[in-house]
């Protein structure tokens, strides 16, 4: 059942400004001090927003589209017809005609998801319903190109330099490699149940003997976390605590069994990070997800929710009761890109409490299942890294974090539609553009302490 949507008070032009300005401040090392503001600042922004966060809006007005760094660039609140995008006078100041501090804080904050109604069948925020999906932009961090526009603004108005934050030895930009542990014991499943609906008793035979008498396909931990590391990368890992299904809906096929903490526990010593995969329903209930971090042998910094789970008017209150650092639970499930128009981490705006999160989000910008399942886009072997080259091409053009979620079955010989040889295809591309490869601690540990060097008008 969806929650209802709570009388939340305004969130106000000086709240929107505060939580823009400290994500650009993440984003951007050594900015100069200079005031942003609506009014009397040195950069001075257009206030077009109006009532529409007094209100319970949706969407907003179309965006107006203008070309920014060579690329048409929706700008919501945007500039009138007659003004240009940015304006540099000569007496220090600047004058940027489009609200990008609201249109920046409607994306960034997930202000959409919060105030819609529509859910898909896991109860989750669809694809299908966001501006993202509506104006065409889902795999373009438009958020990015608008703390563009403004970094050009401060380094005029400072006479400064405005870099983006570099990652270890320098590296254009950072991935971040997942694995959610849904399945350790099922692979043998599904040829056995085509053997039987086509009347092949030894073929279901063959499956169901193998079953009993070797390891399965998917109890793979080890192998997955060797492969990464001869990337020169680190592998992160998301245990499902729960192996109950909910409402139908199955969570894990395995329990934490005393060999199994043995296992995790082994991972964690050979370098690997060990995460919590919140089950269905826990991302409602705090109590739950945490209690789930805990039964794990080694300590939880982060969480990503199963199926993708989030619901906007919880799940934000939820983990930050839960104690966790952060959650890279944030993509969607139906295409690849940026589900909040940002490759940057993140901190989300919770709604109900009208304040910034103190979790941090790391998006997640590609998932196996995304590229090939039945209802999703079912991309052909070959038609997969061109399909995600100019998105990575964008995160590299900003600095960002590409997260990427490989599940631990589709590392099996047999998938070979988006299987370990499709995942060595994407590797190989990330580490020719010579990305640091990081874990969700790195990146949490690289980020300034939260707070504002701007003054504000």
């Known amino acids: 059942m969806l929650p209802p949507l709570s009388a939340t008070a305004p969130v106000t032009a000086e709240t929107r400004l505060t939580y823009v300005l400290r994500h650009f401040r993440q984003a951007y090392a050594d900015v100069p001090t200079v005031s942003i503001g609506y009014r009397d600042a040195q950069i001075q922004v257009a206030e077009a927003a109006g009532q529409f966060f007094s209100q319970i809006n949706l969407y907003p007005p179309e965006p107006v589209w203008r070309d920014w760094l060579g690329h048409?660039?929706?700008?919501?609140?945007?500039?009138?017809?007659?003004?240009?995008?940015?304006?540099?006078?000569?007496?220090?100041?600047?004058?940027?005609?489009?609200?990008?501090?609201?249109?920046?804080?409607?994306?960034?904050?997930?202000?959409?998801?919060?105030?819609?109604?529509?859910?898909?069948r896991h109860g989750r925020f669809p694809f299908a319903a966001s501006v993202q999906h509506r104006y065409?932009?889902?795999?373009?961090?438009?958020?990015?190109?608008?703390?563009?526009?403004?970094?050009?603004?401060?380094?005029?108005?400072?006479?400064?330099?405005?870099?983006?934050?570099?990652?270890?030895?320098?590296?254009?930009?950072?991935?971040?490699?997942?694995?959610?542990?849904?399945?350790?014991?099922?692979?043998?499943?599904?040829?056995?149940?085509?053997?039987?609906?086509?009347?092949?008793a030894p073929g279901f035979g063959r499956q169901l003997w193998q079953h009993c008498t070797r390891s399965d396909a998917w109890d793979n931990l080890a192998l997955v976390q060797q492969i990464v590391a001869e990337y020169?990368?680190?592998?992160?890992?998301?245990?499902?605590?729960?192996?109950?299904?909910?409402?139908?809906?199955?969570?894990?096929?395995?329990?934490?069994?005393?060999?199994?903490?043995?296992?995790?526990?082994?991972?964690?010593?050979?370098?690997?990070?060990?995460?919590?995969?919140?089950s269905l329903g826990t991302a409602r209930r705090a109590n739950d997800l945490r209690q789930e971090a805990q039964q794990l042998p080694v300590g939880a910094l982060g969480n990503r929710f199963h199926y993708l789970s989030w619901e906007p008017r919880l799940t934000p209150s939820a983990l930050a009761a839960a104690?966790?650092?952060?959650?890279?639970?944030?993509?969607?499930?139906?295409?690849?890109?940026?589900?909040?128009?940002?490759?940057?981490?993140?901190?989300?705006?919770?709604?109900?409490?009208?304040?910034?999160?103190?979790?941090?989000?790391?998006?997640?910008?590609?998932?196996?299942?995304?590229?090939?399942?039945?209802?999703?886009l079912q991309l052909t072997?070959?038609?997969?890294?061109?399909?995600?080259?100019?998105?990575?091409g964008e995160i590299e053009r900003f600095g960002g974090v590409c997260t990427v979620l490989w599940h631990?079955?589709?590392?099996?010989?047999?998938?070979?539609?988006?299987?370990?040889?499709?995942?060595?295809?994407?590797?190989?591309?990330?580490?020719s553009r010579k990305t640091a490869f990081v874990n969700g601690?790195?990146?949490?540990?690289?980020?300034?302490?939260?707070g504002s060097q701007f003054a504000q008008s």
């Open 408 to 431: 631990n079955e589709n590392f099996d010989p047999a998938n070979l539609h988006n299987g370990p040889q499709q995942f060595h295809v994407l590797m190989d591309y990330l580490r």
């Open 136 to 200: 065409g932009f889902v795999a373009v961090p438009v958020v990015n190109y608008y703390f563009d526009l403004l970094k050009t603004a401060v380094e005029h108005v400072s006479g400064q330099p405005c870099q983006l934050r570099r990652w270890a030895a320098d590296a254009p930009f950072a991935a971040f490699i997942t694995h959610d542990i849904d399945n350790l014991y099922s692979a043998w499943k599904a040829p056995a149940k085509r053997a039987l609906k086509r009347l092949d």
């Open 381 to 392: 072997p070959t038609e997969i890294l061109p399909a995600l080259t100019p998105m990575f």
């Open 441 to 450: 601690r790195d990146i949490c540990c690289r980020l300034p302490v939260a």
């Open 232 to 278: 020169g990368a680190k592998s992160t890992f998301f245990f499902l605590l729960n192996h109950q299904p909910t409402n139908g809906t199955p969570n894990a096929d395995y329990r934490l069994t005393p060999d199994l903490k043995v296992r995790i526990e082994k991972l964690a010593a050979d370098g690997a990070e060990i995460g919590v995969h919140g």
């Open 72 to 120: 048409p660039i929706p700008f919501f609140f945007g500039p009138a017809a007659d003004q240009p995008l940015l304006e540099l006078l000569p007496d220090g100041r600047a004058h940027i005609h489009a609200d990008i501090i609201s249109a920046a804080f409607y994306l960034l904050s997930g202000w959409q998801e919060y105030h819609c109604d529509e859910r898909d």
């Open 323 to 376: 104690g966790l650092q952060y959650d890279t639970t944030l993509g969607f499930a139906e295409h690849f890109g940026f589900r909040n128009s940002y490759c940057h981490p993140f901190h989300p705006f919770d709604f109900t409490q009208n304040r910034v999160t103190d979790f941090l989000e790391i998006p997640l910008n590609v998932m196996d299942a995304t590229l090939y399942h039945p209802n999703y």
